[in-house]
């Protein structure tokens, strides 16, 4: 599935109180962690994410103390032990056998050594596959039919979404709505240390803002390309006058890449209303169907952003053209 059905299916989960424990599977880098951190966001929900790699069987166990010459298990306070939330254990198949048979307890009886999960606690966890050249173990089969599985793959049009709403910079949005394959391209026969993955190219988002070469994030060929499709800015036409609604004598690209760029930097740098209709006007008059389109699902991201939903429903009641473009995208503003 998609990020987005994703997440999606894990707020019917949340939504429906279904207290079954979940393992999502995926790539490394396409935002398994985040997307769960949302879907306890969105629900009001506390989110405590442990990295079962990271720790021995006593640290989620806890530790023995004598007491009335009793071993009692003292547990860790990094798990909950009051309010509702996701008790989220990443990384389980990233730890050894002895870690897993302790997660197995946790996952199967919610309890471990003294302690209990709270009952408004759900359980999820998450790793990565053998083919993505992780240095996994093998799930028990004992472990593994606990769990309800769900697996996970990079999407572009889920990671465009992501992109507009977190303020990613428009020319790696731009470079990627023309190169989507680079979105996620991990090449299993070679060793590289970096390679393109929707988080790196947040963290490359960051860098380029900062006038630093994105290659340590995404590796060297990918960079490259991004480098040439930056070529591309130095000749689109002036979007300003555009965004006025003076752009009646400024052509649209001929070149798919210029495209992409032109109709990303308008959906990017829309501040209001008045702006969106300007570029959908233009556009209608000097683009095919297709690309007006590309602009109406960006625009509907970006005024949902800005909370002007409601006031881009209003012009498109008011404006026959713009309901004419805009009838099959009706359902998202209801």
Do not use: C
Not at 9 to 31: D, E, V
Not at 59 to 87: C, M, N, T, Y
């Amino acid at each position: 599935m998609t990020p987005s059905e994703l997440k999606a299916y894990l707020n019917q989960i949340i939504q429906n109180r279904l207290y079954l424990s979940i393992m999502i599977w995926g790539a490394p880098g396409i935002g398994k962690s985040s997307i769960v951190q949302q879907v306890a966001n969105d629900n009001q929900l506390e989110f405590i994410d442990i990295r079962l790699s990271q720790l021995a069987p006593t640290d989620l166990r806890g530790l023995p103390v004598a007491e009335a010459g009793i071993s009692k298990w003292f547990p860790p306070e990094f798990l909950p032990h009051h309010g509702q939330g996701i008790l989220f254990l990443d990384e389980l198949n990233m730890s050894p056998p002895a870690m897993q048979g302790v997660a197995q307890q946790l996952i199967l009886d919610r309890r471990v050594g003294s302690y209990t999960v709270p009952p408004n606690w759900f359980i999820w966890a998450a790793g990565n596959r053998k083919e993505d050249r992780a240095a996994v173990f093998d799930m028990p089969s004992p472990l593994a039919n606990r769990f309800l599985h769900l697996e996970v793959s990079a999407d572009f049009d889920s990671f465009k979404a992501y992109a507009l709403a977190a303020n990613l910079h428009e020319e790696i949005i731009a470079f990627l709505s023309f190169r989507t394959s680079l979105l996620h391209a991990q090449d299993s026969n070679t060793q590289q240390v970096a390679f393109p993955t929707p988080r790196t190219w947040e963290m490359a988002s960051k860098l380029h803002t900062a006038g630093l070469d994105i290659s340590p994030a995404v590796g060297k060929g990918a960079a490259a390309e991004f480098r040439t499709f930056l070529e591309l800015y130095e000749n689109l036409p002036n979007l300003t006058p555009i965004l006025a609604g003076e752009g009646e004598n400024i052509p649209f690209p001929k070149e798919p890449s210029a495209r992409y760029a032109t109709t990303i930097g308008l959906s990017v740098r829309i501040e209001n209303i008045t702006q969106a209709q300007n570029v959908f006007l233009w556009l209608s008059k000097v683009a095919s169907p297709e690309w007006v389109q590309l602009f109406a699902t960006d625009l509907f991201q970006v005024m949902r952003k800005k909370g002007q939903l409601g006031q881009l429903a209003n012009l498109l009641k008011q404006n026959s053209d713009l309901q004419k473009f805009f009838q099959e995208f009706q359902e998202l503003i209801a």
